[in-house]
């Protein structure tokens, strides 16, 4: 079956720019996550939707970083004002529910911050 | 604060070697831990779990270990190949807010030259 997918794959865009940032995650899975890949780093948990719940947003940088998900399926990244230590990958993972014992990741959204 | 450390940072190895990835974490009090293999471009394929009760786990010429106790996890590549070039993560689950969000090492880049 189709698994985790990401859009757009490279997203270049100048410093206060704001730009939306797209994942449709394993149809089924009621668990879905954002993590952050910068240069040098690892990755950072951003944001968790799970279900109807409200999301735990603990790991969002700044409050210019809000994620949305419409129907319990897609879910939008949204980073306004961009600014060039945004510049990572961006990846969304999916699980079948809470506390499931993996994550399935899509191949990410590649954000450069001119 | 749990953190995870990976060493080496990058490895090179001729093809046919069998070698050793190691993954620290600070806290002990995890419910599993994951090896993850990253592609240049690509997301995250999730390669073995081990619970927190097992020891080890096999899967065809990979082999990882956990000792919750020292903080450790071993990831044995047997044999490697050309193909087995990629960067291996490890990520535990964060002791606060559940097990739903993964913290991951910063990953070891390995290249297997033929």
């Known amino acids: 079956g189709a698994g985790v997918s990401q859009s757009p794959s490279n997203k270049v865009t100048e410093k206060g720019k704001d730009v939306e940032l797209r994942c449709d995650p394993i149809?089924?899975?009621?668990?879905l996550y954002w993590y952050r890949q910068s240069l040098g780093q690892g990755l950072e948990f951003l944001i968790y939707f799970q279900g109807n719940s409200a999301p735990d947003k603990s790991g969002l940088p700044s409050d210019r970083f809000s994620a949305e998900r419409t129907g319990g399926s897609v879910s939008t990244l949204t980073i306004q004002r961009t600014q060039q230590e945004d510049s990572a990958v961006y990846l969304c993972?999916?699980?079948?529910?809470?506390?499931?014992?993996?994550?399935?990741f899509g191949p990410g959204t590649r954000l450069l911050v001119l | 604060k749990q953190e995870v450390t990976q060493i080496p940072a990058a490895l090179s190895v001729p093809e046919g070697e069998n070698l050793v990835l190691n993954c620290s974490f600070t806290?002990?009090?995890?419910?599993?831990l994951q090896w993850f293999r990253q592609d240049p471009g690509k997301g995250l394929t999730s390669l073995l779990l081990?619970?927190?009760?097992?020891r080890e786990q096999t899967s065809g010429r990979l082999n990882a270990s956990l000792d919750k106790s020292s903080g450790r996890s071993t990831l044995y590549i047997a044999a490697s190949q050309p193909g087995d070039s990629a960067t291996y993560l490890c990520a535990v689950p964060s002791p606060q807010g559940g097990s739903e969000k993964l913290v991951f090492g910063k990953g070891t880049k390995l290249t297997v030259n033929p």
């Open positions: 081990i619970q927190s009760s097992q």
């Open positions: 149809s089924g899975h009621t668990a």
């Open positions: 806290d002990s009090a995890i419910y599993n």
């Open positions: 993972a999916s699980s079948p529910r809470t506390g499931a014992l993996t994550q399935y």
